[in-house]
């Protein structure tokens, strides 16, 4: 399995009186689980793992096998099973989070698990030959380029990967080593290195998405990196 943290915050700064306080999403972190179903390789080797945990969805529980006669139990916001789809983990996870910075406050939805768990699969999916497939990021900013008005706003995309200390930009390799700065009064963390790419439309998105991705393989290989050792970060 592989867990599904999201939160909103308030932006630091803003302080006219109109940000929302009855948020749709409360200040504190969310924590989901997403259990994916075996793989074929899995189910050959008819390895065991539906035996060792066990979700308990209507109770927002997991339960984790240690032998025969014991087990731990887990609590969560959300519990997602196998069967859960790609539309409804977004709309569970992250659409509350996408509502709350239409609203002002800053949001971040993040996946955390071991290689294979599925966390790219969730996030990254672009479900090209199969819309249904459309993971986090595109579902995101498909609501977000909804909202927009083009005359008023605009949408601009970094696409970052972290690896050990360094901050590599994945929309332009060249640049591996970001400097991160920190506004010592307010604490509000910037990357000015970082490029930044005007998005227009949800086209425009998926190209960009995938030009950082050919990047990140291509870094991962030179550097001969394990995936699960870098992070990728999409602002
Ligand atoms: P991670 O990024 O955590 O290392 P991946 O997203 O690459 O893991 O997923 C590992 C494998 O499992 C991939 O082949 C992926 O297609 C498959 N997979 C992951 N989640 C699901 C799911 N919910 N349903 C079907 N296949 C999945
Ligand atoms: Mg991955």
């Given at each position: 399995?592989?867990?599904?943290?999201?939160?909103?915050?308030?932006?630091?700064?803003?302080?006219?009186g109109s940000a929302r306080q009855d948020s749709a999403v409360s200040?504190?972190?969310r924590v989901a689980v997403r259990l994916r179903p075996r793989n074929?390789?899995?189910?050959?080797?008819?390895?065991?793992?539906?035996?060792?945990?066990?979700?308990?969805?209507?109770?927002?529980?997991?339960?984790?096998?240690?032998?025969?006669?014991?087990?731990?139990?887990?609590?969560?916001?959300?519990?997602?099973?196998?069967?859960?789809?790609?539309?409804?983990?977004?709309?569970?996870?992250?659409?509350?989070?996408?509502?709350?910075?239409?609203?002002?406050?800053?949001?971040?939805?993040?996946?955390?698990?071991?290689?294979?768990?599925?966390?790219?699969?969730?996030?990254?999916?672009?479900?090209?030959?199969?819309?249904?497939?459309?993971g986090i990021m595109l579902r995101a900013m498909e609501d977000i380029?909804?909202?927009?008005?083009?005359?008023?706003?605009?949408?601009?995309?970094?696409?970052?990967?972290?690896?050990?200390?360094?901050?590599?930009?994945?929309?332009?390799?060249?640049?591996?080593?970001?400097?991160?700065?920190?506004?010592?009064?307010?604490?509000?963390?910037?990357?000015?290195?970082?490029?930044?790419?005007?998005?227009?439309?949800?086209?425009?998105?998926?190209?960009?998405?995938?030009?950082?991705?050919?990047?990140?393989?291509?870094?991962?290989?030179?550097?001969?990196?394990?995936?699960?050792?870098?992070?990728?970060?999409?602002?």
């Amino acid at each position: 399995g592989q867990q599904l943290s999201a939160g909103s915050s308030k932006p630091r700064r803003s302080s006219n009186g109109s940000a929302r306080q009855d948020s749709a999403v409360s200040g504190r972190v969310r924590v989901a689980v997403r259990l994916r179903p075996r793989n074929a390789e899995e189910i050959e080797a008819d390895s065991d793992l539906a035996d060792c945990v066990e979700l308990q969805p209507e109770l927002r529980r997991l339960k984790l096998r240690k032998n025969n006669w014991d087990f731990d139990t887990y609590e969560f916001d959300e519990v997602l099973t196998e069967s859960a789809s790609q539309k409804r983990v977004y709309e569970i996870v992250a659409k509350p989070v996408v509502e709350s910075v239409l609203d002002g406050y800053n949001g971040t939805v993040m996946a955390y698990g071991q290689t294979g768990t599925g966390k790219t699969y969730t996030l990254g999916r672009l479900g090209e030959d199969d819309a249904s497939d459309r993971g986090i990021m595109l579902r995101a900013m498909e609501d977000i380029l909804a909202e927009v008005s083009s005359e008023n706003d605009s949408v601009s995309v970094s696409y970052l990967q972290v690896y050990m200390e360094t901050i590599q930009d994945l929309l332009n390799p060249a640049n591996d080593h970001i400097s991160i700065v920190e506004d010592p009064k307010s604490g509000d963390v910037f990357l000015p290195d970082a490029t930044l790419v005007e998005i227009w439309d949800r086209k425009g998105f998926m190209e960009l998405v995938k030009f950082g991705e050919a990047n990140r393989f291509a870094a991962n290989n030179k550097l001969n990196t394990e995936s699960s050792r870098s992070h990728a970060i999409l602002m």
